[in-house]
């Protein structure tokens, strides 16, 4: 009986070890990882810069976003696509949506947690807060419309070029960013919807929404 009780103590000594080097795992070395992968994107795209825009090149990164509400530092890549290499580098763009700043909606999807926690703090996007992004010759200020909307992963009408539960009535140039919910699951998607509110050359430094 003693040996027994005390095989069933390592085994749950074991398992509990193994719990937690997992938890540690996803807390820390993916977003180890993730900011690795983030910057490599960053550097390469800046060099790809110096000689001309990035091409939409499926896994690679064409654009830099920020979020002054995600914090004063905030900034990712936006690759193209939203497989789950792409996502483990950054933010991934729907390539069946239009391109940054043309007419349609630009959408973007990134983790909540794990991977860097790019979208961790995704609900709290408020309305009239600024998403800029920038594709090496032009700055793109979108400005967000309404709060985090909950939805279905199903609902893929979110990307539409006029998203039926958005604000939008008429076609225009958007930007729709998607996440998981809860923030530890993905039974459900956070949705923040932006219209695009100005733009600026490159060459002229960044809009006041990044320097004011």
Same mark, same amino acid.
């Given at each position: 009986?003693?040996?027994?009780?005390?095989?069933?103590?390592?085994?749950?000594?074991?398992?509990?070890?193994?719990?937690?080097?997992?938890?540690?795992?996803?807390?820390?070395?993916?977003?180890?990882?993730?900011?690795?992968?983030?910057?490599?994107?960053?550097?390469? +795209? @800046?060099?790809?810069? $110096?000689?001309?825009?990035?091409?939409? %090149?499926?896994?690679?990164?064409?654009? /830099?976003?920020?979020? *002054?509400?995600?914090?004063?530092?905030?900034?990712?890549?936006?690759?193209?696509?939203?497989?789950?290499?792409?996502?483990?580098?950054?933010?991934?763009?729907?390539?069946?949506?239009?391109?940054?700043?043309?007419?349609?909606?630009?959408?973007?999807?990134?983790?909540?947690?794990?991977?860097?926690?790019?979208?961790?703090?995704?609900?709290? +996007? @408020?309305?009239?807060? $600024?998403?800029?992004?920038?594709?090496? %010759?032009?700055?793109?200020?979108?400005? /967000?419309?309404?709060? *985090?909307?909950?939805?279905?992963?199903?609902?893929?009408?979110?990307?539409?070029?006029?998203?039926?539960?958005?604000?939008?009535?008429?076609?225009?140039?958007?930007?729709?960013?998607?996440?998981?919910?809860?923030?530890?699951?993905?039974?459900?998607?956070?949705?923040?919807?932006?219209?695009?509110?100005?733009?600026?050359?490159?060459?002229?430094?960044?809009?006041?929404?990044?320097?004011?």
């Amino acid at each position: 009986m003693r040996l027994v009780v005390r095989t069933l103590s390592e085994l749950c000594l074991t398992v509990g070890t193994l719990i937690v080097l997992f938890v540690a795992y996803l807390l820390y070395w993916t977003g180890v990882k993730a900011d690795s992968a983030a910057d490599r994107q960053i550097s390469d +795209l @800046r060099h790809q810069w $110096a000689r001309a825009p990035a091409p939409y %090149t499926e896994g690679k990164s064409f654009a /830099v976003m920020y979020i *002054p509400r995600l914090g004063k530092d905030w900034h990712k890549p936006v690759l193209e696509g939203t497989g789950v290499k792409d996502l483990q580098k950054g933010l991934g763009h729907y390539a069946t949506t239009t391109r940054l700043g043309q007419p349609g909606n630009f959408s973007v999807a990134g983790h909540r947690r794990t991977y860097g926690d790019p979208f961790k703090d995704f609900p709290e +996007l @408020r309305p009239g807060d $600024a998403v800029v992004l920038t594709d090496g %010759t032009t700055w793109f200020t979108y400005r /967000v419309d309404t709060r *985090p909307y909950r939805t279905v992963p199903s609902d893929v009408g979110v990307i539409d070029p006029v998203p039926a539960e958005s604000p939008f009535r008429s076609p225009g140039r958007y930007l729709t960013l998607t996440t998981c919910d809860p923030e530890w699951g993905s039974s459900h998607r956070l949705i923040a919807w932006a219209h695009l509110d100005s733009t600026r050359p490159a060459a002229q430094g960044k809009p006041q929404a990044l320097t004011g």
